[in-house]
């Protein structure tokens, strides 16, 4: 049984689009996003440094892109798919639930209204590496950060105000081997959000769903999502709410989940199943010459 899962914001990396646009009609595909939402992705995605792709508003569309394109090359039939924070939206794509356009469309509203948002007050985002989950958390809780992305393996990410981060590097959970600052623009998935949730919705509320055509797994709770209303009612809420990743893995268990691939750019989730998910072959999409390698894992797990 095969997953195919997005990685979310601070995966991307200077250039890390450029070998993708050799692949036939690639950069057709790319051009035709770009004009559509109002972005230059190809120079994002091949030129800019990475502050330029740190900003909330360039790299959530530029992750969905590179991740619809990866599919695509890969020509993937998964038993399931799923998403971290923004590639729910790759997920929901991938899943039939929305078209790309329409998917490059709503990240490119999510983006801004979450960069607008973050601009409010300075915030940030910190992993903590190692500890007992719950110790980690009520600390958290004690020092004003939300656990915004609890990960599984040993990982959590926390969120707040850049005092609060400061605060937190200075003073780690017992058991915290390390904690490490993530190159994102703000507090996501906090109450930082809150007003990015409004603008989203809005967004939404002009797409016209399809119910998932493989199994959806939401990263609010872990659960499978059967409609498509539910999907993008999921999408909106998620934007100031925590990604339960954890939860999520829990599901590719109960599921029998045999293989999972990353799409691009990969590396970040298939660094959690390693750890999470014994057993579980894992590959990531990092350039296309890793196609080949996710196409035999794909022939030998997929539908299985």
Not at 176 to 185: E, F, I, S
Not at 188 to 202: G, I, Q, Y
Request: hydrophobic residues 50%.
């Amino acid at each position: 049984m095969l997953v195919l899962v997005a990685p979310g914001q601070g995966a991307q990396t200077p250039g890390f689009l450029t070998p993708w646009l050799d692949l036939p009609g690639a950069a057709d595909r790319i051009a035709a996003w770009s004009d559509a939402i109002g972005l230059d992705l190809a120079h994002y995605g091949t030129k800019a440094d990475a502050d330029e792709i740190r900003d909330t508003s360039v790299a959530q569309p530029l992750l969905v892109a590179a991740g619809l394109l990866s599919a695509a090359a890969l020509d993937a039939s998964p038993n399931a798919v799923a998403g971290h924070s923004v590639g729910e939206i790759t997920a929901a794509a991938l899943a039939g639930v929305i078209g790309d356009e329409a998917a490059l469309r709503l990240v490119r509203t999510r983006g801004l209204a979450m960069a607008e948002a973050a601009a409010v007050t300075e915030t940030g985002m910190a992993a903590l590496l190692g500890g007992d989950p719950d110790v980690s958390v009520a600390h958290l809780e004690k020092l004003g950060l939300t656990p915004a992305n609890v990960n599984g393996a040993g990982q959590i990410v926390a969120a707040g105000t850049a005092a609060q981060i400061a605060a937190l590097v200075e003073d780690k959970p017992e058991g915290v081997r390390r904690v490490v600052p993530l190159k994102v623009a703000g507090a996501f998935h906090t109450s930082h959000m809150a007003p990015a949730v409004d603008r989203l919705r809005e967004a939404a509320a002009e797409l016209k769903p399809a119910d998932p055509a493989v199994t959806y797994v939401s990263n609010a709770d872990g659960k499978a999502v059967a409609t498509g209303d539910e999907v993008i009612s999921r999408l909106v809420g998620q934007v100031a709410n925590p990604v339960r990743w954890d939860l999520c893995m829990e599901t590719f268990k109960e599921l029998g989940v045999t293989a999972l691939i990353e799409a691009c750019p990969g590396g970040t989730l298939t660094g959690l199943a390693k750890r999470a998910l014994p057993g579980v072959q894992t590959l990531a999409l990092k350039t296309p010459d890793d196609l080949d390698a996710a196409r035999a894992l794909i022939s030998e797990h997929a539908g299985a």
